[in-house]
C-alpha cells in the first residue's frame, strides 16, 4: 500500500482552530495596549499645551493666555523665521490646528476655551471615538491634568473655569 504524503483535513481543521483560539486572546490585549498609549498620548499632549500657555504669558505678558491657533503656527503652513503674538510656534502643527475647530492629533480632540473676565482657561482632551481611548483629559492654569472616563462631549469653560475641571481625578 502506498503511503500518501501530506495532510489530512481533520489535522489542518485542528491547526487552524489553534491559530483562532491564539488571535482570540491577543487582540484583545492589543486593543487595550492601543488605548493605553493613546490615553498616555493625551495626559502628554494636555501637558505640552500647559506649558505652552505658561510659555505664551511669559513671552507676551500684555496679551494673555491663548486659543490653539496662537499657540501653533496661527495658520501658517510651518512656522515663520520669527515668532509671533499670533503663531508662536510653541506647539506642533497638529496641535495648534487653525480656527477655533477642535485640533485632533492621537486619537484626541483638544481644545483650549479661554474665559476673558478672569483670563483662565481650560484645556479638553476628548477621544475621537469610544474604540480609541477611554479617558476625557482637562486642566486649567494650575497645570494639573484631571481626568474622567470618556463622557464623548469635550470639557468646556463654564463660568467659573475651575469648578467642573477641578472635581474630577487628577493624575
Same mark, same amino acid.
Given at each position: 500500500?502506498?503511503?500518501?504524503?501530506?495532510?489530512?483535513? %481533520?489535522?489542518?481543521?485542528?491547526?487552524?482552530? %489553534?491559530?483562532?483560539?491564539?488571535?482570540?486572546?491577543? %487582540?484583545?490585549?492589543?486593543?487595550?495596549?492601543?488605548?493605553?498609549?493613546?490615553?498616555?498620548?493625551?495626559?502628554?499632549?494636555?501637558?505640552?499645551?500647559?506649558?505652552?500657555?505658561?510659555?505664551?504669558?511669559?513671552?507676551?505678558?500684555?496679551?494673555?493666555?491663548? *486659543?490653539?491657533?496662537?499657540?501653533?503656527?496661527?495658520?501658517?503652513?510651518?512656522?515663520?523665521?520669527?515668532?509671533?503674538?499670533?503663531?508662536?510656534?510653541?506647539?506642533?502643527?497638529?496641535?495648534?490646528? *487653525?480656527?477655533?475647530?477642535?485640533?485632533?492629533?492621537?486619537?484626541?480632540?483638544?481644545? %483650549? =476655551?479661554?474665559?476673558?473676565? *478672569?483670563?483662565?482657561?481650560?484645556?479638553?482632551? *476628548?477621544?475621537?471615538?469610544?474604540?480609541?481611548?477611554?479617558?476625557?483629559?482637562?486642566?486649567?492654569?494650575?497645570?494639573?491634568?484631571?481626568?474622567?472616563?470618556?463622557?464623548?462631549?469635550?470639557? =468646556?469653560?463654564?463660568?467659573?473655569?475651575?469648578?467642573?475641571?477641578?472635581?474630577?481625578?487628577?493624575?
Amino acid at each position: 500500500m502506498r503511503k500518501h504524503k501530506g495532510f489530512s483535513l %481533520i489535522e489542518l481543521l485542528i491547526v487552524v482552530a %489553534i491559530i483562532l483560539i491564539i488571535a482570540a486572546i491577543a %487582540i484583545p490585549n492589543l486593543m487595550r495596549s492601543r488605548i493605553a498609549a493613546n490615553d498616555a498620548a493625551g495626559a502628554a499632549n494636555v501637558r505640552t499645551l500647559n506649558t505652552g500657555e505658561v510659555t505664551y504669558t511669559t513671552t507676551y505678558p500684555t496679551i494673555g493666555y491663548v *486659543s490653539l491657533y496662537s499657540l501653533g503656527t496661527g495658520g501658517a503652513t510651518g512656522c515663520p523665521t520669527a515668532a509671533t503674538s499670533t503663531g508662536a510656534c510653541l506647539i506642533d502643527s497638529n496641535l495648534g490646528c *487653525s480656527g477655533n475647530a477642535n485640533c485632533v492629533k492621537d486619537a484626541y480632540n483638544y481644545t %483650549i =476655551t479661554v474665559e476673558n473676565s *478672569s483670563q483662565d482657561y481650560v484645556i479638553g482632551a *476628548s477621544p475621537v471615538s469610544t474604540t480609541g481611548a477611554d479617558r476625557d483629559y482637562c486642566s486649567v492654569p494650575d497645570a494639573v491634568i484631571h481626568f474622567q472616563p470618556d463622557t464623548n462631549t469635550p470639557p =468646556t469653560a463654564p463660568i467659573t473655569v475651575d469648578a467642573t475641571c477641578v472635581a474630577l481625578s487628577s493624575l
